[in-house]
């Protein structure tokens, strides 16, 4: 117990803490913008993987990071407008529009990669290319500080300062305004000359953009290369932290590190030589209770609202 309270309050778990997080807030972030529109994006998941595989053949096949990046944010837009196509247009239901997308993406990537690489499980016989990690100038001086915050990739300083930009488009932008009326009151903001859809598509496009960046995180960032059905659940996962964070950018965020504190905790148990087992299930675990402590306080607050 006494090791792994020890870990836990070491640098390199905060560092490691901070660096987890990252492919969990990119998606939770665009969950919230789609979730102000009034749409519970639920193809997160399919979208990051989708990126995470576009993101590493496109720096390949093109030769560059920025070109790998530009084709994996291509990437998620277009799976993101046939999810929004699909179910804005055609009204399908969400959750079918989203379960599709994800099980497409998982056998679309399967069968891509061996088609370029000749393997089905990771993309480390070709050439990829990887974001670059950060050295922030006089914060790397500083014992301590400067190992947690200094020398992260430039995607997880990217996801920080996305939550501020997320929060001034939701809460000081006319588009989202438009964006967060079309989410409480579609009637309304429809009687005002807001179309409700074309509000809709744009919140599930920037969705699909900050998810892409998470799945590219994976492929060009976390790791070096794309490996088989490598986010995990992290989809659903920033589904439950923007549940749980009120559909706010700051409260995503809060909800995010929350559920990366378990993610790390795992790493760490697996160093201890706990069952594996065990340890592949905590984040999800915690995700769970997460959500049920989320919804006893949620109607616990609506039963004292009723009673007032």
């Not at 390199?12 to 102000?36: K, Q, S």
């Not at 993101?55 to 096949?61: A, C, M, R, T």
């Not at 967060?180 to 699909?208: D, H, Q, T």
């Given at each position: 117990?006494?090791?792994?309270l ?59 990071l ?15 407008c046939?999810?929004?196509?699909f ?65 992260h ?18 809460y ?40 892409g ?73 915690a ?5 049920t ?16």
């Amino acid at each position: 117990m006494s090791s792994l309270l020890s870990y836990i309050l070491s640098a390199d778990f905060l560092y490691m803490w901070i660096r987890v997080a990252t492919p969990i807030l990119f998606p939770a972030l665009g969950a919230v913008i789609c979730e102000r529109a009034g749409v519970v994006n639920l193809g997160l998941e399919g979208i990051m993987l989708i990126s995470a595989l576009f993101g590493v053949l496109g720096s390949y096949f093109f030769d560059g990071l920025i070109p790998g990046m530009l084709v994996g944010i291509l990437a998620s837009v277009v799976i993101s407008c046939i999810f929004a196509y699909f179910h804005l247009v055609l009204h399908a239901d969400n959750v079918l529009c989203g379960t599709a997308i994800n099980t497409l993406a998982s056998g679309l990537t399967v069968f891509l990669l061996e088609l370029v690489t000749g393997e089905k499980g990771t993309s480390a016989s070709v050439k990829s290319y990887s974001f670059p990690t950060v050295n922030l100038p006089y914060i790397q001086d500083i014992p301590v500080v400067g190992h947690i915050l200094s020398g992260h990739n430039l995607l997880t300083y990217l996801a920080i300062i996305a939550v501020f930009l997320v929060w001034f488009f939701v809460y000081k932008t006319p588009v989202g305004l438009r964006i967060r009326a079309v989410g409480e009151n579609p009637n309304a903001a429809s009687s005002v000359g807001i179309s409700v859809i074309k509000m809709r598509f744009l919140a599930i496009i920037l969705c699909g953009v900050l998810a892409g960046f998470g799945g590219m995180y994976l492929s060009m960032g976390y790791l070096s290369m794309f490996t088989r059905d490598m986010t995990a659940g992290r989809g659903f996962i920033a589904l439950a932290a923007c549940a749980m964070g009120h559909a706010t950018p700051v409260g995503a965020f809060l909800s995010a590190l929350v559920f990366a504190f378990f993610d790390g905790l795992s790493n760490i148990l697996q160093v201890l030589r706990m069952p594996a087992e065990f340890v592949q299930m905590l984040p999800y675990v915690a995700t769970i209770l997460g959500l049920t402590l989320f919804s006893i306080q949620q109607g616990m607050q609506k039963k004292h609202k009723n009673q007032s």
